[in-house]
């Protein structure tokens, strides 16, 4: 082989190559944001079923064209404590039978087509043409996001396939030249073919890139089984890079989820290995024989197919084997609260969906936090007290960690949908954090109560029983609008805030007249006063969170601009709630 076909071959496939993963991101991004962080969430429901985590896994691969993407979503999801590593199992060996997908895509240029116009359409470096202006057409002229995604994944096929036709035009004229034969004499050893197949796609990291190489060499008729099937084997060794850097940093159980990966692909391969030398003693003259595209991705499909059953009874041992290879260490054993992991930014759909669960617990932990003040009021507990204020800090740490977070993720590509999600969760975290610090307010009074043995007369009591019940059902309705996106319940919010306004006015009116008919002492009425007031403060914070929840899906607008108009709907839905409100609260006051 002279040097110019050497040069010709290298340049071939490296521009190939460099259009092949390029348009594999393309599409692999367009898909993803598609799909969103629905398919993602699922992972996390189904994983007490092999068979259901072994499809969920390959339907996840499917849709975000990645088992590399997947791997490293579940490394993040285990890193967070959002998965156990065992449960990832089956989600694994299914992204290794997901990712066999674009190898039987790409075998369609191996059809005989020459004679037959029909057949010819079904190649894709015909029909991908058609895609690419498509795709060009509705990212330019559609505003409709989704629309832009679909265009971006018809495009992103495209120049895949112009990749992978570049690369078998560069093995094609090197063959014809008769010299490429040198070139494949480094793959006559198939123990080096695999090494040298691990190694290629550890350094590209990518499978699917190494199988395209692998199929282009096949469509020129240059390789043969006995070295497409290391090839192959090589190609999900070396995907397992991935794995092991995205765990960089991580905690002992987020390694372990690369353990996994790396030992049932290499298990599979030194079965396969040995299967291809008993093939190669007892049938010499079929190994020798010339791979298809065709044939490429049905071993591709066979090796991932075939070491998902056969290791299916052995998920206890493989996960043993993971905890042996990634030991526990001194100190692995203390606790520690985990936030989102930033290896979920490679999918942002699932980051977004995994920042709204973490919201919606310190939602929760916002309610029992100001419930259980509200309960000091009454029945002092030191001991309940001091849960209420380690409350206030962890709902601080969830305020501190989530918000970084969130801004972060606003700078990701998201949709717009995801998008204004991360806007609400930004606003409604910082209206939680305030709830908390009122309930620390109220736990304050309620100490100063017991301790200086204030006692209320009837009337202060009736009044602070009227407000209190209040509260309560404006935190109920306001943490179960959130947590349920129910703009329903939402709109009951803003009327009842309103009432609890009026309460508060009508309340600081009546101490008042009691101060000065000496019906009050003023030590007892400051503490009335802060009651009272972080009342309605916490109703403020409340009416807050269910604006950001109402406008979720409409266009965004002023708050203040909001509510005026609101306001003045006389005949509104927001009219008909307030009479409701006032008749329940403001009749006998």
Known sequence: MTSADIVMLLTGLAGGLAFFMFGMNVMS?????????????MMQKVTSNYWLSLLLGAGV??????????????????????M?????????????????????????????????????LLQPIYFAPVLALIGTALRMFSKKEKYHDVGAILIGFTVLIVGMDLMSDAVGIVEESGKLDVFLTMFSNPFVTLIISTLFTG?????????????????????????????????????????????????????????????????????????????????????????????????????????AIVLSPFKKPIVRLAEFMVPDKKGDHKERIVFLDERL?????????????????????????????????ARYDAEKAAEVRELEGRIDRYEDKLGTYLVRLSGMDLTDADSHEVGRLLHSIGDFERISDHAVNIVDTAQEIYEKKIAFSDAARSELSHMTAAIVEIIDFTADAFAKNDIETAAQVEPLEQVIDVMKSTYKERHITRLQEGRCTIELGFVFNDLITNYERVSDHCSNVAISTIQRNAPKQDAHKYLRNLKNEENGLYAQLYQACEKKYLENL
């Open 29 to 41: 991004s367009g898909l993803e944001k598609m799909a969103g962080g629905k398919l993602e969430t």
């Open 345 to 377: 930014f490679a999918t942002p759909a699932l980051a977004v969906s995994e920042c709204k669960r973490l919201a919606v617990e310190m939602g929760e932990l916002t309610r029992t936090s100001i419930f259980s003040a509200i309960e000091l009021v």
């Open 61 to 82: 691969t499917i849709a975000v064209q990645s088992s590399s993407a997947v791997t490293v979503m579940l490394v993040g999801l285990v890193n967070s404590g959002i």
């Open 203 to 307: 350094i590209i990291q990518s499978s699917a890139a190494t199988i395209g190489i692998v199929q282009a060499l096949a469509l020129s008729g240059a390789i043969t089984y006995e070295m497409a099937i290391p090839l192959v084997l090589g190609a999900n060794i070396g995907t397992c890079v991935t794995s092991l850097i995205a765990t960089l940093g991580t905690e002992k159980n987020a390694k372990r989820v690369a353990a996994i990966h790396t030992s049932v692909n290499v298990i599979g391969t030194i079965l396969f290995m040995a299967g291809l030398t008993v093939v190669n003693i007892a049938v010499p003259t079929l190994s020798s024989s010339k791979a298809t595209m065709f044939a490429v991705a049905l071993i591709h499909t066979i090796f991932n197919m075939s070491i």
């Open 84 to 120: 156990t590593f065992g449960s990832t199992f089956g989600l694994i060996m299914g992204s290794n039978v997901g990712t066999t997908l674009t190898s039987w895509l790409l075998s369609l240029a191996g059809l005989d087509s020459k004679s037959n116009p029909i057949l010819m």
